[in-house]
Every structure is written in structure tokens, then in C-alpha cells.
């Protein structure tokens, strides 16, 4: 009797609610008002199961649009961004009630640490930032990402079928964004200096939208080998998928992009035959000696370019010509910031100017014979390079740590690999680890970590090595508990 009152209450409620939004829908002309039942239901799923509405969530991520108001000066990702504030908003009561929600050995991961350490150094950075506020909205994102994509899939990934699942709720409106950006694309000639135009408002650029389907990539990669014996149409799907992704990736002419594949064939390969941890060091290696050979004596201006023939080419062939020529205004006007930043640091190394503030300052430690055409920057960008934007706007210890991090995780990827024995297991580790590789090379060419579709593909893969890696203990310690078990008791 009860739970027939519950169940009317509940279809009168969602049922006025609905009606409500209709009318007011029609008397204001505001779409968004008819997104309040959709909000309303949401909350209700929620409740009943928020494992399942994590998984809405996960599939609104690539689809995900920005709104702008005010003008162009304040804007929102719908419908993602709002569903990342609420299970934040969950997750920080579940917390706060119990804080053993978070198990020991979750807390023991030496990935961990560095995350948290990172986290506090974001915190720090805030503190003593030259501009609290836009600051302090840096680290409120940086939050929710943190728990939405970090945290969260502790809870989520726990079967093969979680998985696949997984995978599937992010391929499938991805793979719809890909098609309307070639066809769109298409429509444009496949122009290089179109390739902006196309992005349909799905993307911010064509930057963050080469960076997130090169990242998926190696995931595609690593399913064609899953998919033997599931049917010639379950294989021919997935190879036409692969020739869609290769497309865009293609097409988006970044290149950045093609690097990142590359690297991450290589990360794969040395996982297996277990030379992964000798990569990042190396890498280190080289820009240290880059630095120590550019710096005495301010030899880095020597590589200056020419401003009358530095400028953006309309053709993707002399776009490459002149990267390697030095010639090209994209690269060239990297090479500025960076000088810049580094410049900047020398004044506040270890706390940073703070998060978002990089544009406000950057300017007057910059080199002016490194300007290019957009030196201006009326877009607002920052450094393009992950590593300077955190040295510059969080210190020392943030860029450290970033570089701690990646050398941790390929290590913990290999580590995991090679202990687990599924090969279902075995093909995902290193497809994640491939998926993070990408990322590694796009961010060291932009600074999209935090933007939320670059967020999803970078700390899931990472949570998801973490839960691997508890896995694969957990299935090294079963044979000798068997064997004891199995002995008799003295």
C-alpha cells in the first residue's frame, strides 16, 4: 500500500514537473527549461543506482558541447561539466561520512601519492597565486576531474564486462563526433585551413579534438585481437571503425597527433619485452642536454625565426616543410612562450604564479625577437607545453612530479603486464598504457589534462592501471594460499 502511494507520488511529481517545464518552455522560449525533467529523473537514478547514471555520464563525455554567456566571458560543457559537479557533490558527503570508503591499499599506490602529492601542489599554487580567483576555479575543476575519472572507476571497473562496457560508452557517440567532422570536413574540401571550421562546435579546436580520438586509438587497436571469433561482422565493424579514427586523425592535421601513435607503438612494444622503464629517463636525458646546450649564453637565439617569413601556411605539405625550416608560425610561436615561461619561473619557482595566470604575466618576460604574427594571442592560450605550464604556474615541484608520474605509470604498466596472466587483462594494460602514451606527447605540445574529454581519457586509463595492478597481486597471492590451505595442520 505504501509503495503504490510512493510509486502515484512519484508519477504525479515527474508528470508536473514535465508539464511545468512545457509551459514554461512555451511562454519563455528557453530550451534549457526542458532539460529540467531529464535533471529531475537523473537525480532519481541516482539514488536507485549511480553506477549506472555514472555510465550516462561517461557516454554524455564526447559529445559534450561548450555554452557560452555574457558574452563569450563565462562558459559551461553541457551535459557533462553539470553531472561532474554532482558526483563530486556525492562523493564528497560519502567521503566525509566515512572516510575508509577509500580502501588502505588504494591509498598505499605509489601513483597515488603522486596525484595527492600533485593536488596539494595545485592547493599551494592557489594560495600564493597572483589572481585567487581564477585560481581558485582551476582547482575546483581540477576536483571534479579528479574524483569523476580518478576516483570513481575504483568502483565501476570490476568485471571484464565493465570493460567492454567501458569501452563501448565512449566509442559509440565518439565515433558519431568523427563522422560529422569528416562529413562536415568534407563539405569544406578537407582543407587544411578549414580543418577548424569543421570541428561543428563539438571540439574546442581541432588541437583537443586530435589529442582525444588519437588517444582512443591504441583501445582500438588492442580490441582487434579481442574480437577473433566474434564474427566477420563484429570484425569488419571494428576495422571500418579503425579506418574512421585513422581519418580523423588524418584529417585533423595535427602533429602531434601522429607522434603520439608512434610513441605509444613504441611504449607497447617495450612493455613487452620490458624496457618501458628506460623511455622517460631517456626522454628527460635528452631535454636536459637540449637545455643545457641552449641556455649558456643565451644560445637559444640563435634558433630565433625570421618575422617576415614566419607566418600559417593553407597547405598541410608546407605546414611540415616549414616545421622542419623553423618557418612555421604554430611552432615558432611555442618557441616564444616557452622562453617566456622559463623566464618567469626564475621569479617564483616554487609556488608558481598559480593556476591561470600564465597569460596575464607572460608578456614582459617574453623575447621579441621570437614574436610571430599571433603573438598577440586574443585567444588566451597558455604555454603549449604540459611540463612548462606546470613549472610556470605551480613550481618546481609540479613539474617534477608530472615527470615522476609518467615514469611511474609506464613502470606500473609493465609491472602489471607481466604479472597478469588473462590475456583479456593483458591486452588492456597495455592498451591503457598505450592510451596515456598519446597523451604524454600531445600535452607536451599543448596543456589539455585538464579540459574534461582529455581528462576522461588520461586518469580513467590511469585509475583502471591501479585496479589492474590490485588485480594481478591479488591473483600472485592465490596460488600460495591455495598451497598452504591445501597442507596439513602440524
Known sequence: MLSAIKNNLFNIAAFSLLLASIVIFAWTGNYFVLAAPVVFLFFVLLGV??????????????????????????AITLPDEPLMWIFLLLFSLVFARNPSTLPKWWWQDKIVFIVVLQFICTIIAVIFSKMVFFSLKFLLAKSWLLVCFFVLPLWIFKEKKDYIRGFLVLLVP??????????????????FDMVQKAMSGLYYNHVD????????????????????????????????????????IGFSYARAAVIGIVFALVVGLAIRIRLVNVIMPSIYVLIILAFCYLIPNNKYIEFRPDYNKTFMHKNFTDHLIATFRGTDMSS??????????????????????????????????AVSSFQTYVSRNPEHSTTHNYFIYMLVEQGWPAMLLYALLMYAIFAKAQKVYHRLKDKFYRLVTIGLAMTIA?????????????????????????ALLIVLDKKSRDEEEKPEDVVRLAQPRP
Request: glycine share 4%.
Open 209 to 248: 579534438y586530435s589529442t582525444v580520438i588519437s588517444m582512443f586509438f591504441p583501445l582500438l587497436l588492442v580490441a582487434w585481437p579481442l574480437t577473433k571469433g566474434k564474427g566477420i561482422f563484429v570484425r569488419l565493424a571494428l576495422f571500418l571503425i579503425i579506418l574512421l579514427f585513422a581519418a580523423g
Open 438 to 462: 598519446v597523451g604524454f606527447v600531445n600535452n607536451f605540445f599543448s596543456e589539455l589534462i585538464e579540459t574534461h574529454k582529455v581528462a576522461a581519457l588520461f586518469y580513467i586509463p590511469i
Open 49 to 74: 543506482n549511480w553506477q549506472m547514471a555514472y555510465w550516462i555520464f561517461l557516454f554524455t563525455i564526447p559529445a559534450s558541447v561548450q555554452i557560452n554567456f555574457s558574452n563569450d566571458t563565462m
Open 174 to 191: 565518439m565515433l558519431v563526433t568523427v563522422i560529422v567532422i569528416l562529413i562536415h570536413h568534407a563539405i569544406l574540401g578537407f582543407k
Open 332 to 365: 615558432m610561436e611555442r618557441v616564444y612562450r616557452w622562453v617566456a615561461a622559463v623566464r618567469m619561473s626564475k621569479d617564483r619557482p616554487i609556488t608558481g604564479y598559480g593556476p591561470r595566470t600564465f597569460y596575464y604575466y607572460y608578456k614582459p618576460y
